[in-house]
């Protein structure tokens, strides 16, 4: 069978590749700012803590997805409410959330009538074949907004990134964005369950950054670079898993991993050669 025949053909196939694809370009630009801030464990956090919310959503007979994003949104406030303006550590708050998303997902599945192991394997390493219309156009909308609000907000956005206290200093409300952006990244982390699942997730918002960080330090272009980086990965990655019959999620996570390989292996070779 031909791939790119199917995907006329085949209406679950046309989604799952502008899935992919969409999915990429949020993560490229909502992982430079993760990465940036030394934030991949929130992000990791808030990625495991919707679990609590599928499960729960799961059990109520309600929509999966919605009932993550409710759950991943108040996770990533109170993370952040917690960082700001109480005495418990960021990364104990984030450690909490994990452990209690977790939990909570996993018991509320268990507890629903017809369960099966499935359901929860789909969710932790995804399922790109039940990607929906609305997903595709939740996507899209995401996509659209967080190009427009990387380019109206960049600096800011920048600023705070890199030095909070700076950016406080310079006059942007970082409360402000720090919320904006906790919001936006559990937003991006539910929509992109379905293509790469809690488990992996994480891995694509920061593997095209790690990969375009080695060759450029400025931060405008690693996250347009990145978003192109995650983009392909994941259409790749997903050809792969068409043909050889693999869950797309390790397909995707296995084509950026040899993309960084690749990648450093190239930018030693100078080193090598005026080493001579």
């Given at each position: 069978?031909?791939?790119?025949a199917?995907?006329?053909?085949y209406?679950?196939?046309?989604?799952?590749v502008?899935a992919c694809?969409?999915?990429?370009?949020t993560?490229?630009?909502i992982?430079?700012?993760?990465?940036?801030r030394?934030?991949?464990?929130?992000?990791?956090?808030?990625t495991?803590?919707s679990?609590?919310?599928?499960?729960?959503?799961?059990y109520?007979?309600?929509?999966?997805?919605?009932?993550?994003t409710?759950?991943?949104?108040?996770?990533?406030?109170g993370i952040?409410?917690?960082?700001?303006k109480?005495?418990i550590?960021?990364?104990s708050?984030?450690?909490?959330?994990?452990?209690?998303?977790?939990?909570m997902?996993?018991?509320?599945?268990?507890?629903?009538?017809?369960?099966?192991?499935?359901?929860?394997s789909?969710?932790?390493?995804?399922?790109?074949?039940?990607?929906?219309?609305?997903?595709?156009?939740?996507?899209?909308?995401?996509?659209?907004?967080?190009?427009?609000?990387a380019?109206?907000?960049?600096?800011?956005i920048?600023?705070?990134?890199?030095?909070?206290?700076?950016?406080?200093?310079?006059?942007?409300?970082?409360?402000?964005i720090?919320?904006?952006?906790?919001?936006?990244?559990?937003?991006?982390i539910?929509?992109?369950?379905?293509?790469?699942?809690?488990?992996?997730?994480?891995s694509?918002?920061?593997?095209?950054?790690v990969?375009?960080?080695?060759?450029?330090?400025?931060?405008?272009?690693?996250a347009?670079?990145?978003?192109?980086?995650?983009?392909i990965?994941a259409?790749?990655?997903?050809?792969?898993?068409?043909?050889f019959?693999?869950?797309?999620?390790?397909?995707?996570?296995?084509?950026?991993t040899?993309a960084?390989?690749?990648?450093?292996?190239?930018?030693?070779?100078?080193k090598?050669?005026?080493n001579?």
């Amino acid at each position: 069978m031909d791939f790119f025949a199917d995907i006329f053909e085949y209406h679950y196939l046309a989604n799952a590749v502008i899935a992919c694809i969409l999915s990429g370009i949020t993560c490229g630009i909502i992982g430079t700012y993760i990465v940036a801030r030394r934030m991949v464990f929130l992000c990791g956090g808030i990625t495991h803590a919707s679990f609590g919310g599928l499960g729960i959503a799961f059990y109520l007979g309600a929509n999966p997805i919605l009932g993550a994003t409710i759950f991943a949104v108040l996770s990533a406030l109170g993370i952040e409410y917690a960082a700001n303006k109480t005495k418990i550590r960021e990364d104990s708050a984030i450690g909490l959330m994990w452990g209690v998303g977790m939990a909570m997902g996993a018991l509320f599945m268990s507890l629903r009538p017809g369960y099966t192991s499935g359901d929860l394997s789909s969710f932790l390493f995804g399922n790109i074949i039940s990607v929906t219309n609305s997903d595709v156009i939740a996507l899209g909308i995401l996509t659209l907004l967080l190009i427009v609000g990387a380019i109206i907000w960049l600096k800011p956005i920048m600023y705070m990134a890199f030095d909070r206290d700076f950016a406080s200093a310079a006059g942007v409300k970082t409360t402000l964005i720090g919320y904006i952006m906790s919001v936006v990244t559990a937003v991006t982390i539910v929509l992109s369950i379905r293509v790469m699942g809690i488990v992996l997730l994480v891995s694509l918002m920061t593997m095209p950054v790690v990969i375009v960080n080695s060759i450029t330090k400025q931060y405008d272009k690693i996250a347009i670079y990145s978003s192109i980086v995650a983009a392909i990965g994941a259409l790749i990655g997903i050809i792969v898993s068409y043909y050889f019959e693999v869950p797309s999620g390790p397909a995707i996570i296995f084509v950026l991993t040899l993309a960084l390989i690749i990648v450093k292996l190239l930018s030693l070779h100078p080193k090598r050669a005026v080493n001579r």
